[in-house]
């Protein structure tokens, strides 16, 4: 968790430090009381600008999914896993009805896109990393 980000993404850095946090409560990878790493070993770590990961920690603490304490650190806020996870599932529906809706306008089939979803399923890939070369070559189109 918190190992790498693309700086590359269509997606903001601090958007990417926020969203790694919420899915690692979530999946149950970060649970209430867990310290995260300071803001300059996470800047550090990931090769950021300190200013980043501090906005990213302000906004996960006013979403009340963190907390500080003043020369402790931050923590995982108790009680919020559920919370974040349904907020999680919310989000990524969202995304994935837009996502189909356009292969659909795009004239791909049911099966076409059932395939790309299983292949995805079985790569193990970070989620704003670029798309594998094997689920890019299923979109040519079969004869």
């Known amino acids: 968790m918190l190992a790498s980000i693309d700086i590359h993404s269509s997606v903001a850095v601090y958007i990417q430090i ?23 070993e996470l800047s550090e770590r990931l090769g950021v600008n300190p200013n980043t990961v501090a906005k990213s920690y302000r906004d996960l603490e006013v979403m009340g999914l963190l907390y500080t304490r003043r020369g402790m650190g931050v923590f995982i806020e108790k009680g919020i896993e559920n919370k974040c996870r349904e907020e999680c599932r919310r989000r990524i529906a969202g995304r994935l009805h837009e996502v189909t809706a356009e292969a659909k306008a795009a004239g791909m089939t049911k099966k076409d896109i059932q395939e790309i979803i299983e292949r995805s399923m079985l790569i193990d890939s970070d989620p704003y990393g670029e798309t594998p070369n094997s689920i890019l070559s299923m979109a040519k189109k079969k004869k």
Request: net charge positive; no cysteine.
């Open 18 to 40: 926020e969203n790694h946090v919420q899915f690692a409560i979530s999946s149950g990878k970060l649970k209430a009381g867990d310290q995260l790493p300071s803001v300059r």
